[in-house]
């Protein structure tokens, strides 16, 4: 059978999708096959402008509702409540624009409290109100890299009007105790927003319990096994945003445009999915225990604890002709390694927590950062001292594996990481500071692998030092 080059080059981005191994999932996540599924039939089959009356648009619409009550579903909100936007930074930019940039155009004062940890799309957004005549408090993390709820509170004033506190920290994966200082936040009549982009999909979200006094929270698509490009933003009832965009009254005259249909779909089909892998276990654990063990170099870490009814079914053998052969590929990780490696949020944990343990049993004067306090079950943050990350993520590339030393957006900065460094460490320290990040789709034999490849890289660069 003749091979055309579109399929050769597919096999060739097949063979080097299964070969490879992949630890930066706090950058992006491949899309699930199913997924994948659910959005295709939007982009040509079903590809009505929801806002319009007839029965193309009708259906693409009930698509998106049927996407918001799955995001929904997975923060335990109400629909209505559910904003779609293009990401987290779109998030995080409305939440912020939109409660205090009313303040401005009225001439009010207006003080915004956030943290030195956030994501640069929570602090460039603080900067850019603070030019505009907002107050700006940055509060510290502890050692740990923990916002103490205490702080936050000595930080408010009579004119405090948000407080935006991330939920997990994309660099270390420390979770933040978001209940507690939403709960001093209400207290004072303050709204809060919490940037929650690396938490959805890896901890329980529960924006009627324990988040009830969360007023807004970003989540971001791609960082749960959903496409680039979609997002949320939850608007709690009775919260007053200003829209950052002008145009028709779309998603409740909150965030104008037409929506991206095949987008919100994947979104939708992402949380449904997402929702049933956070529920095979009790997971609450997660977001409320600490790691009671001090880590040092050598010692092992301790254990830290829609529809089909919507779009006509199409032949198995057109679809599948349809479907790429990296979805294929996805398929085949997914088939195996909900068997063999992460089918839960425990699962997952335990992978990282031998990964951790290997590296520090293997490597002296290696440290994990934040390890004293939760984390998300996939992230680790690790220093070799005398090593620069920098070199380190190169020869880690060279060996097929796939790693970071802070957030993707800021890849090619010189500078070190801001978030390290507000928790203390120095700059010879950041710049020794590697972030490991798994998928569901991390195996026993893909650590394995890094157990034997990192040591051997960190020896050589310290051997060239």
């Known amino acids: ?30 899309v699930l096959p199913k997924v994948i599924e659910a959005m295709y039939p939007f982009w040509s089959d079903s590809f009505g402008n929801p806002s319009s009356a007839h029965q193309s648009g009708q259906r693409t619409r009930s698509a998106v509702e049927h996407a918001r009550a799955s995001v929904a579903a997975l923060l335990t909100c109400t629909p209505k409540e559910i904003v779609f936007t293009s990401g987290g930074t779109e998030g995080n930019n409305l939440a912020l624009s ?10 009010e004062q207006a003080h915004l409290i956030t943290s030195r940890i956030e994501h640069h799309a929570v602090l460039y957004a603080a900067e850019a109100l603070e030019r505009r005549g907002v ?25 405090t009007k948000l407080v935006s506190i991330m939920l997990a920290n994309n660099e270390t994966g420390a979770i933040q105790p978001i209940g507690d200082i939403a709960r001093i936040a209400e207290q004072h009549h303050v709204l809060l927003h919490t940037d929650a982009v690396q938490g959805a999909g890896k901890v329980l979200l529960d924006l009627s319990g324990e988040l009830t006094n969360v007023n807004l929270l970003t989540i971001s698509g791609h960082k749960m096994y959903a496409p680039q490009g979609t997002g949320v933003l939850f608007v709690r009832k009775g919260v007053t945003l200003a829209p950052l965009f002008y145009g028709g009254p779309h998603e409740r005259q909150r965030r104008a445009g037409t929506e991206n249909v095949p987008g919100i779909v994947a979104l939708g089909k992402a949380a449904d999915l997402a929702n049933t892998w956070l529920c095979t276990v009790n997971t609450a654990n997660l977001v409320t225990s600490a790691v ?155 650590i394995d692998r890094v157990l034997e490849i990192i040591p051997t890289a960190v020896a050589r660069l310290r051997s060239l030092a």
């Open 1 to 30: 059978m003749r091979v055309t080059p579109q399929e050769s080059l597919s096999q060739a981005t097949y063979n080097e999708f299964m070969q490879r191994i992949y630890l930066d999932a706090n950058a992006t996540t491949p």
């Open 292 to 446: 009671s063990t001090e880590v040092h170099p050598h010692e092992s870490v301790v254990s830290t604890e829609h529809a089909s009814s919507l779009h006509p079914e199409q032949a198995p053998d057109a679809r599948s002709r349809r479907i790429s052969v990296f979805a294929e590929a996805s398929a085949k990780r997914e088939r195996v390694n909900f068997e063999s490696a992460s089918s839960n949020p425990r699962t997952l944990q335990v992978l990282r927590d031998r990964l951790e343990q290997g590296l520090l049993a293997t490597i002296p004067n290696a440290y994990i950062n934040a390890c004293q306090v939760p984390r998300v079950p996939n992230t680790t943050n690790i220093r070799f001292s005398g090593v620069d990350a920098e070199a380190l993520l190169i020869a880690l590339d060279l060996h097929g594996i796939a790693a970071s030393f802070g957030a993707a957006c800021m890849s090619g900065a010189t500078e070190p990481s801001h978030v390290l460094l507000a928790m203390g460490l120095t700059p010879m320290e950041a710049r020794s500071s590697l972030r490991l990040s798994l998928t569901r789709f991390t195996t026993p034999a893909e």
């Open 98 to 107: 939109g409660i205090l940039q009313p303040f401005l155009d009225r001439k």
């Open 135 to 159: 107050e700006v408090t940055y509060v510290a993390p502890t050692r740990d890299g923990v916002i103490d709820p205490a702080t936050v509170e000595a930080a408010l004033k009579p004119h």
